[in-house]
T-cell receptor
Framework: GQQLNQSPQSMFIQEGEDVSMNCTSS?????WLWYKQEPGEGPVLLIA?????ELTSNGRLTAQFGITRKDSFLNISASIPSDVGIYFC???????????FGKGTKLTVNP | DSGVTQTPKHLITATGQRVTLRCSPR?????VYWYQQSLDQGLQFLIQ???????AKGNILERFSAQQFPDLHSELNLSSLELGDSALYFC?????????????FGPGTRLTVT
């Protein structure tokens, strides 16, 4: 079935550093979304991307929809301790609205 | 706060039992989605309802069923529970069935089957 390969699996960084994570697939997707999940909570939508090549920012977060429509990346600039959590990429394919999720990137920020 | 509510927050039950999870979507949203999150499988789509009608099915077991009521709240029924059904169950909602496909998640129900 459809699969999103998300990397890295985990990251340990110092406060103030920039972070980059990505999601790739062998299939084409028409929407890419990035979510953040904290312990005991549901995923929170960070950024949604709808066009190949689209670059969208939300505060210190920037995400891009790959030009091949098979990948996306998320950057976090100047990380702070509250950025800690698991970041998931998700995507939809064709006319389907169901979200396919990556396995997540667990981010730890050391103050 | 996403505006999506789910009850209960935690549920502990025994194998063979049946439980019902409840979800209320954001005000104005017509679509409700159910997802299962487990350590080994990650987040998996189960089923979608739009304005009371089943819209799409994913990896949902025959022992599981769902419905969406006229007031748009949804219930996920899990029966003949097995140990492997222990997981987090999330409900998400979106405006409709067309672009944009932004789904907003509730806080989840943690189901533990003993």
């Amino acid at each position: 079935g459809q699969q999103l390969n998300q990397s890295p699996q985990s990251m340990f960084i110092q406060e103030g550093e920039d972070v980059s994570m990505n999601c790739t697939s062998s299939s084409i997707f028409n929407t890419w979304l990035w979510y953040k999940q904290e312990p005991g909570e549901g995923p929170v939508l960070l950024i949604a991307l709808y066009k190949a090549g689209e670059l969208t920012s939300n505060g210190r977060l920037t995400a891009q929809f790959g030009i091949t429509r098979k990948d996306s990346f998320l950057n976090i600039s100047a990380s702070i301790p509250s950025d800690v959590g698991i970041y998931f990429c998700a995507a939809t394919q064709g006319g389907s609205e169901k979200l396919v999720f990556g396995k997540g990137t667990k981010l730890t920020v050391n103050p | 706060d996403s505006g999506v509510t789910q009850t209960p927050k935690h549920l502990i039950t025994a194998t063979g039992q049946r439980v019902t999870l409840r979800c209320s979507p954001r005000s104005g949203d017509l679509s409700v989605y159910w997802y299962q999150q487990s350590l080994d499988q990650g987040l998996q789509f189960l089923i979608q309802y739009y304005n009371g009608e089943e819209r799409a099915k994913g990896n949902i077991l025959e022992r599981f069923s769902a419905q969406q009521f006229p007031d748009l709240h949804s219930e996920l029924n899990l029966s003949s529970l097995e140990l492997g059904d222990s997981a987090l169950y999330f409900c998400a909602s979106s405006v409709g069935t067309n672009y944009p496909y932004e789904q907003y998640f509730g806080p989840g129900t943690r189901l533990t089957v003993t």
